[in-house]
């Protein structure tokens, strides 16, 4: 095993070192994560690369993504904190500069870096670059492309690369330029399938999917609105829904085509044989799950918040899944250990070591209970949501009627009231024939502050304890029987007392561990990137 004493020996020195000592090269390091794939969708598409990565490794039956939002999960992947501690508790939101990142460390044990992410919620803006020798980014897979990839919102048509092609295409080309004398550490962040699903050809040709084409058409020139089709107001996303499904396994299919090249490109190079790889996403996605569409984030069902984690190597047991619950904060000191390294010692990880369960997958799992939150839904229609909106444009505050919405940074001083019910849309200010509603949802304001009101969780494989916010400022609680109910509806507390009390009280003592996320300060970089991604308008 490699010492942490030899992150003080310059990089090219890592293999002469060990080499004297009579030990192997550490192995390299592949980590390839997808956006918004549901733990389910490799069991319902022909994924045949992705199948043989699984028989070549151990999977997880159960992985959890500690916040259904890019870069939260993806931070606490890559540093084995939770949120709480990194600093990024949504879309956009960077670490904390205190944070030490995964490929920090391997940069400093010798390992060659390098990443490609197609996602601008996950790139340099948040941090998520720290300690790659080269990190190629959204903007730099645009100019490389010359803005020539086939994505949203653009005339580029689709037999042009789309992004997994992309990634692929660079992470090829990085691993060509890897010094052999050295070990490596390469992430992979492709995109696909994030919505809007448009798989490139052929495999859209190969997919009716004319209804979700449709919904597209209806929605893009009135992008603002475009929280319609995540709330399915007047039934958009429903009758959407078989066909935005089937895009979404298409391009889950174009993902794992992609995938399988590189994965060839590994064996091509003889890698696998010293390579640890790992296959996971960031979160999943809500197919009407929680009465949300298309989207991810807003809600804590696990249609979002769970995960596939795969990992294949040496030493790690092949073709064979395991019980042990998981979430994506065990990764970074699972890998370490894996690796051969230490990390600083002045890091306390809150993820642990999944080793024991990757070289015996028949190992008794632990009575593990994992924690998760939702996100703030970005969107105003989400009116079955307490709050909505994010610092620094429109949020909201919503009873059983009405919403009182505000905009401190474009209208200081200026409410707007909004009936819901008759006027999903949010198109007439009625907040002067109803002062009195004004005045309830402004008291409901100050006990929620934006960005505030969230549903939180602890669970373990069986069971999920769930708090809701309520406008009063009190959290409603259901514990659901995953096993027997996998829709999340139904309420077993008073069928299991000991377990629901168990799961409150993990509950109660984590989040009041939890740093206030009250007078967040807005950042105009992050409503840049929420723009770009479609979120705001």
Not at 48 to 62: K, Y
Not at 295 to 319: C, K, M, Q, S, Y
Not at 440 to 448: M, P
Request: hydrophobic share 40%; charged share 25%.
């Amino acid at each position: 095993m490699v010492s942490r004493s030899l992150r003080a020996f310059p990089p090219g020195l890592l293999l002469a070192l060990t080499a004297a000592l009579g030990c192997s090269r550490p192995p390299n390091l592949v980590i390839i994560s997808v956006d918004t794939l549901r733990a389910d969708a490799i069991r319902q598409t022909d994924t045949p690369n992705l199948d043989r990565l699984a028989a070549a490794g151990t999977s997880f039956e159960t992985a959890v993504a500690p916040i259904p939002r890019t870069t939260p999960a993806l931070a606490s992947m890559l540093t084995g904190l939770e949120p709480g501690r990194h600093g990024s508790r949504e879309v956009g939101d960077p670490i904390h500069g205190n944070v030490t990142t995964l490929a920090e460390m391997l940069r400093d044990a010798g390992y060659s870096t390098f990443a490609v992410s197609a996602n601008l919620s996950a790139g340099r803006g948040q941090g998520l670059d720290r300690g790659f020798d080269r990190f190629i980014g959204y903007n730099d897979l645009i100019d490389i492309y010359n803005d020539e990839i086939y994505r949203d919102l653009t005339p580029v048509l689709p037999d042009h690369p789309g992004w997994a092609e992309a990634l692929t295409d660079q992470a090829l080309a990085m691993l060509d330029r890897v010094d052999s004398d050295r070990p490596y550490f390469l992430w992979v962040f492709y995109f696909d399938p994030h919505f809007m699903y448009r798989p490139p050809s052929p495999w859209q040709d190969r997919t009716d999917g004319d209804a979700c084409w449709q919904l597209y058409e209806d929605f893009t020139p009135r992008r603002h609105q475009a929280g319609q089709i995540f709330f399915n107001v007047g039934g958009v996303a429903e009758r959407a829904n078989d066909a935005c499904r089937r895009l979404y396994h298409a391009e889950v299919a174009y993902t794992d085509h992609e995938i399988g090249r590189l994965l060839a490109a590994l064996r091509q190079r003889g890698d696998t044989t010293n390579t640890i790889v790992v296959f996971t996403a960031d979160h999943g996605e809500n197919f009407g799950e929680g009465d949300l569409w298309f989207e991810h984030g807003d809600n804590a069902h696990d249609a979002a918040l769970l995960v596939p984690l795969t990992v294949a190597g040496p030493g790690i047991a092949r073709g064979r899944l395991t019980k042990q619950l998981a979430t994506l904060a065990d990764l970074t000191p699972t890998l370490l250990t894996r690796l051969g390294q230490e990390a600083p010692g002045r890091v306390k990880f809150d993820g642990i070591d999944l080793g024991p369960w990757l070289g015996d997958p028949d190992l008794a799992s632990t009575d593990r209970i994992v924690f998760a939150e939702s996100a703030t839904p970005i969107w105003n229609e989400a009116v079955n949501h307490v709050i909505t909106g994010r610092v620094g444009g429109r949020t909201c505050i919503n009873g059983p009627r009405f919403s009182l919405c505000a905009d401190q940074r474009h209208h200081p001083g200026v409410v707007w009231l909004f009936d819901h019910q008759a006027d999903p849309a949010f198109e007439r200010n009625v907040a002067a024939e109803h002062p009195e509603a004004v005045a309830e949802l402004q008291r409901a304001w100050k006990r929620w502050p934006p960005e505030t009101a969230r549903e939180r969780v602890a669970r373990t494989t069986r069971y999920k304890l769930v708090e809701r916010p309520q406008l009063d400022g009190s959290y409603t609680r259901i514990l659901i029987d995953l096993a027997r109910d996998p829709e999340e509806l139904t309420d077993v507390s008073n069928l299991v007392p000991d377990e629901f009390e168990r799961l409150r009280s993990a509950l109660e003592a984590w989040t009041s561990t939890l740093p206030p996320l009250g007078d967040r300060e807005f950042d105009p970089k992050v409503e840049e990137l929420l723009r770009e991604l479609g979120y705001v308008s």
